[in-house]
């Protein structure tokens, strides 16, 4: 019966429905950012790394999230691809501490960047420099400089730094991708 | 022969196309590299090789640091380093240059954490939690008899300096430099009175002791294979030993004698169960070691020094420092060899899990690392500068990093793409692809078939009969020529006194023609004799029912060497009733000879028949 009451609830208030792809390498927070936006009853305690996937929904100014999670760990990468030609906008979550895989990182976004459908869209792309609290992390700057997002002209993005564990940064970030969400499909 | 075009027509082909391919080659070679440039220190000021570095998971928590024994200046400021990421997070310093470290799990505790050991001098220092941890120091070594005795009565100044050192000059010659103890080396360097006296005085209460250095250390696991199993300390020392240490306790497990100092060795094999020892030594020999029997065997014998010997599963593959690159069973025949194009700095084994496979890593003096993969070369990777060290593995959270150290001390690290694919077969060295492509050659016909076989059977016959031949015709030739020479048939004399050439031209169309001769006397011209050609006459013959022609004899004057005269003879035809076409012959006679000394045949035009107006 739950089920069918959900299903009802949605035909009444007709929301708009987004879904959302959230990518980055593994131990960058992409869970831990997921389980954040979730509503506080229903998040989970403590995160494990990911296998597979996972599928989350949750609501956020008029928007119905379905937010795909994927797990970052390389060996899973590959799975990724799958799932571009459904979503309607990207969440890459970058650990900013970590100096040394931003070059595994730009090359994941590259690759990203390049795959036939993502390219052919304009999707909006929402950039977490995760881990801002860590001592030596990098600033949002300079992850954007190290990522080279200044020569992505053809898709709307934006960054921003945060701390996944506190949410710190989080709601700006998903605000202006409902933003962009609600202005590309009116 | 036809056969033979065929094959240079195909050669032909497979030389344009191999151009063309290695063209393209380089081009798409530039254009994607199979790793990410990941992080590069230039003034990181290390100062170590392969041997003193390694990954180790020093907290147990998945993220693998990378380890390095830094030989500071070579005297000064050895060091100990961790680094996580790009930065050091740790760092301790070391008393005597490091010759090597390696990780090793020492115990069950959890969380798994190992031991990073690190050699140095005649000991083993352990770090656990890159704290001091315990130092192991290799068995002593006995001292010559004499040399202790000697030593004791300078302690208890029964002997001077002076004669100290002559008495240990003398036992020198008669022993290996390598048998004295270190205390001896030293004091025979002294020159300086005084300062013999003082290093006695300062050493008198010290017991002698003989050390020796370890040259290189590995690791072997004891029981079981898993990668965080617990491992015992393999060691080779100066003193041409090979010892077995077990962690735990810190007790020698075994030890081998072998005939050279060890440099490189190799375990393969749980030390409980059954392994194999391969130790590369100083003399370019291998030496095989087992569980079983404590005699060392010669393995394999090379012809240079050894750089660097990695084992790939049942194969062991060298770097000589020759430039060569080869590869052996563990029973010590060779399987393949190459020629490198630089000398060899380092090497290291490229053990990629995740796609299953092992390649080895050749640090080379040009900045490259090239891959191989077996014999083949699948991967050249380009470094700022010359690699004194090279080290794969598990760095940080990334299954697949190369971490080299540059002559000039820069760190770089290098991340093999997700995407990257070695392909089985080498891209750069041997034939290209497009050799194995089939060339759309038509097919062999049964007259093509015939003919090769016929070629094939009767060469020799065929060639006989070619020859056979043409000496026939050049037979003919001659004899053709020769009876035109003796019947003077020629438009040229073959009399030396008298060279007379003689042409002519006929002009007209009939039925009146004039024909005109020319004729020259080809004699070299001299001022003491004119070599002037008199009493010659010209006489036509012909066919008087065709021609007639005015005059019929025509007189010549003298001619004059190199000078051509010119006549002109009225020749008439006059069977004027049908289209005749003769051949008339002049010939050029002297007075009272009867043989002519010029012949031409002219052959003379159609004539047009008389129009009657």
């Not at chain 2, 050895?78 to 010759?99: A, F, H, R, Y």
Request: with cysteine.
């Amino acid at each position: 019966m739950g089920l069918m009451d959900k299903l009802f609830g949605w035909m009444k208030s007709k929301k708009k429905t987004a879904c959302i792809l959230c990518i980055g390498l593994d131990n960058s927070g992409k869970t831990t950012i997921i389980n954040h936006l979730k509503s506080p009853e229903s998040s989970h305690q403590d995160v494990v790394p990911t296998v597979g996937f996972n599928v989350e929904k949750f609501m956020m100014s008029n928007l119905v999230f379905t937010v795909f999670d994927m797990s970052g760990q390389g060996r899973y990468r590959n799975l990724w691809e799958h799932y571009y030609k459904e979503t309607n906008g990207i969440i890459f979550v970058v650990d900013s501490a970590d100096k040394l895989r931003m070059a595994v990182a730009k090359d994941e976004l590259d690759q990203l960047l390049k795959h036939p459908s993502v390219a052919a869209k304009r999707i909006p792309i929402l950039f977490f420099a995760n881990k801002m609290d860590v001592r030596d992390a990098l600033s949002a700057v300079k992850c954007t400089k190290l990522l080279g997002l200044e020569s992505l002209k053809e898709k709307p993005w934006h960054i921003c730094a945060s701390n996944a564990t506190t949410g710190e940064g989080l709601n700006e970030g998903v605000g202006w991708l409902s933003e962009q969400l609600q202005t590309l499909r009116p | 022969m036809v056969a033979i075009y065929i094959t240079l027509l195909q050669v032909f082909i497979l030389s344009s196309i191999y151009i063309k391919m290695t063209s393209e080659d380089q081009d798409e070679k530039e254009k994607h590299s199979n790793w990410l440039n990941a992080h590069y220190d230039p003034v990181a000021g290390f100062y170590t090789f392969s041997t003193c570095i390694t990954f180790a998971d020093l907290n147990g928590d998945g993220d693998h640091k990378l380890v390095i024994a830094d030989l500071g200046t070579g005297l000064y400021n050895m060091t100990i380093k961790v680094l996580k990421g790009t930065s050091i997070i740790q760092e301790n310093t070391l008393l005597d240059l490091p010759t090597g470290v390696t990780s090793v799990y020492m115990d069950l505790a959890e969380p798994r954490t190992p031991g990073v050991v690190v050699a140095s001098g005649s000991g083993l220092f352990v770090y656990k939690s890159m704290r001091p941890y315990y130092k192991y120091n290799l068995p002593l070594l006995p001292v010559l008899p004499e040399e202790a005795v000697l030593w004791d009565q300078a302690n208890n100044e029964n002997l001077d300096p002076l004669t100290l050192a002559e008495a240990l000059d003398g036992l020198k010659k008669s022993h290996p430099t390598s048998s004295f103890t270190a205390r001896t080396s030293h004091f025979l360097q002294i020159e300086n009175d005084a300062d013999a006296r003082q290093f006695v005085d300062d050493h008198k209460h010290k017991p002698l002791k003989r050390e020796t250095v370890i040259t290189c250390v590995t690791t072997i696991k004891k029981s079981m294979a898993e990668d965080d199993a617990i491992s015992c300390i393999v060691v080779g020392t100066e003193h041409k030993q090979v010892y077995i240490i077990d962690s735990e306790a810190f007790t020698p497990l075994q030890d081998y004698e072998i005939a050279s100092v060890p440099v490189i060795v190799n375990v393969s094999g749980l030390f409980d169960v059954d392994f194999r020892m391969f130790a590369a030594c100083r003399d370019g020999c291998v030496y095989v070691l087992k569980k079983d029997s404590l005699q060392s065997r010669v393995c394999i014998e090379l012809d240079s020094s050894i750089v660097g010997m990695e084992r790939i599963h049942k194969h062991l593959i060298f770097a000589l420092a020759d430039k060569t690159f080869s590869c052996y069973t563990t029973r010590g025949k060779q399987i393949w060899n190459l020629q490198l194009p630089a000398d060899v700095l380092c090497t290291a084994v490229m053990d990629h899990r995740a796609k299953g496979f092992k390649a080895v890593l050749v640090g080379l003096d040009n900045s490259e690392v090239r891959v191989y993969r077996e014999k083949n070369l699948v991967d050249i990777i380009k470094l700022n500068d010359r690699p004194q060290a090279l080290c794969f593995g598990r760095y940080g959270r990334e299954d697949s990093t190369l971490v080299a150290v540059l002559a000039s001390g820069a760190l770089q690290v290098m991340i093999l793409k997700r995407t990257a694919e070695y392909a089985d077969h080498s891209s750069h060295k041997g034939p290209p692809m497009s050799q194995k492509m089939k060339l759309n050659i038509p097919k062999k016909t049964q007259l093509f078939v015939d003919q090769t076989v016929r070629e094939r059977e009767n060469g020799t016959k065929m060639f006989q009969n070619f020859q056979h031949d043409l000496q026939l015709m050049r037979l003919s030739v001659a004899q053709t020529y020769l009876k035109g020479l003796q019947s003077s048939m020629t438009p040229l004399s073959d009399d030396p006194s008298m060279p007379l050439k003689l042409s002519a031209t006929v002009r007209g169309i009939g039925p009146v023609f004039q024909m005109l001769l020319t004729i020259e006397n080809t004699a070299a011209i001299s001022l003491n004799d004119p070599k002037l050609a008199t009493g010659l006459i010209v006489l036509f013959k012909y066919s008087d029912t065709i021609y007639s022609i005015k005059p019929l004899v025509l007189e010549l004057p003298a001619l004059a060497p190199e000078i051509s005269y010119k006549f002109a003879v009225r020749i008439h035809c006059i069977a004027s009733d049908r289209p005749a076409q003769d051949t008339i012959t002049a010939l050029i006679v002297k007075r009272g000879t009867k043989k002519p000394l010029v012949t031409a045949n002219i052959s003379m035009p159609v004539s047009e028949g008389v129009i009657v107006v």
